[in-house]
């Protein structure tokens, strides 16, 4: 196998096969001197099958135990050899997930329990998620707030992979864990199969992966799938694709749409064309949601906010949630028609609203024959 760091040689489970489980053996310490080491065994059983990626299968496990305990785990079965491709350097997705499972990261990361190895695969234990990935819930488009929920606590984890060194270079909603649903989201970054790590004080990565429809254009130049003349001499991309891929996820999110259909990415990155903003504005996207979105999608990487940039945006710091009462409010959905609320003082569907020349006066008027002034700065009528 391609050599390993101490931390990944760490991590790797004691295993022997079985036709129709496989066991684990531990060793645990009592506080008695006679418990110095205590051996411990562990039994699965394949229960199911989660899931296909291009190297590899997730398959669903079972702890078999007397108590009757219910005790789920995930694997990851990445072939060592494909055709294709030849070997694998499944490596470093082994030191990037050893790394993100000390339990500073718990909270952002899908966690592993260590690995173990056949001499045609590599298997990675990992925390079982029954609710599935982020993909399963963008049949139509989330709230703003729960988008707000979801990219905070994803951005978490990208400013900690960035800052030690890590890209992820295949972020997309099926790579992202649901540990808890709306309306109080808990996702966890997985699956670091393409993940890179720098050399120490680099930050490009030259090698090509990721899913089409979330890379950054700068990938996309570079393997010839758009012009690499709008990006002059650079070979190299950062970090800041993982950025681009977060904007692209939120912008689904938010509008069950793709920025950048058919060829105008083309015109994007040629200065052509602006960011799509009246896609975000017609879903009722909030101006700073816009400006967010906007500032992760810059055709250029070193335009684009860092994670921990990212982090301090008001979209971020700042959700619809804790804005209170005195923040905007729309009362109609602008792309269906559909009315969210009335103005107090109306009975019926404000159909018109105008604001007096010096914009110190809102005048709006209902379906219910009135017509109301209202003070543009303190809501008052």
């Known amino acids: 196998m391609p050599p390993v760091s101490d931390l990944v040689r760490d991590s790797k489970l004691e295993t022997v096969f079985y036709k129709n489980y496989t066991q684990h053996v531990y060793y645990i ?6 418990q110095r080491k205590i051996k411990i065994q562990e039994h699965w059983e394949r229960h199911g099958y989660l899931g296909t990626g291009t190297f590899g299968t997730v398959w669903l496990e079972k702890l078999v135990t007397d108590s009757g305990e219910e005790k789920y785990r995930a694997i990851k079965e990445i072939r060592k050899r494909v055709q294709q ?11 990037a997930i050893a790394k993100f499972s000390h339990p500073r990261y718990n909270m952002c990361f899908v966690k592993s329990f260590g690995w173990y190895e056949s001499p045609g695969c590599v298997f990675i234990a990992m925390e079982y998620f029954p609710l599935g990935d982020l993909q399963n819930y963008l049949s139509s488009p989330l709230p703003e707030k729960d ?12 400013s900690f992979m960035h800052d030690n060194g890590f890209a992820h270079r ?5 790579n992202i864990l649901v540990q808890s649903k709306g309306p109080h989201w808990w996702v966890k970054i997985g699956d670091f199969g393409i993940s890179k790590r720098a050399e ?5 990565l030259r090698t090509f992966g990721g899913t089409l429809g979330f890379l950054a254009p700068e990938i996309l130049a570079q393997h010839g799938l758009l012009n690499n ?4 001499d650079r070979k190299e991309y950062t970090v800041a694709v993982d950025i681009w891929s977060l904007g692209e996820i939120a912008f689904r999110a938010l509008t069950g749409e793709q920025p950048f259909p058919d060829e105008s990415l083309r015109a994007y990155v040629r200065r052509a064309s602006v960011f799509p903003v009246e896609m975000l504005q017609a879903h009722n996207v909030s101006e700073e949601g816009c400006d967010f979105l906007n500032s992760l999608m810059a055709p250029m990487p070193e335009d684009r906010l860092t994670a921990r940039d990212a982090l301090s945006h008001i979209w971020i710091q700042k959700p619809l949630s804790q804005r209170g009462s005195a923040g905007m409010q729309r009362l109609w959905d602008s792309a269906t028609g559909a009315v969210h609320c009335t103005l107090k003082g109306h009975s019926g569907e404000v159909w018109d609203v105008a604001f007096s020349p010096d914009g110190k006066l809102v005048a709006s008027a209902s379906w219910d024959q009135t017509v109301r ?7 008052a009528g």
């Not at 491709?85 to 997705?93: L, P, T, V």
């Not at 988008?147 to 990208?158: A, N, R, Y």
């Not at 295949?170 to 099926?174: M, R, T």
């Open 29 to 34: 310490s009592g506080t008695d001197p006679r």
């Open 85 to 95: 491709s030849g070997a694998i350097d499944y490596s470093r997705e082994l030191e």
């Open 147 to 158: 988008t707000q929920q979801v990219i905070h606590q994803v951005l978490e984890g990208l």
């Open 170 to 174: 295949d972020l997309k909603p099926n």
């Open 200 to 204: 120490e004080g680099l930050t490009a």
């Open 229 to 232: 003349d709008d990006f002059g």
């Open 373 to 379: 002034l209202w003070d543009s700065a303190t809501g």
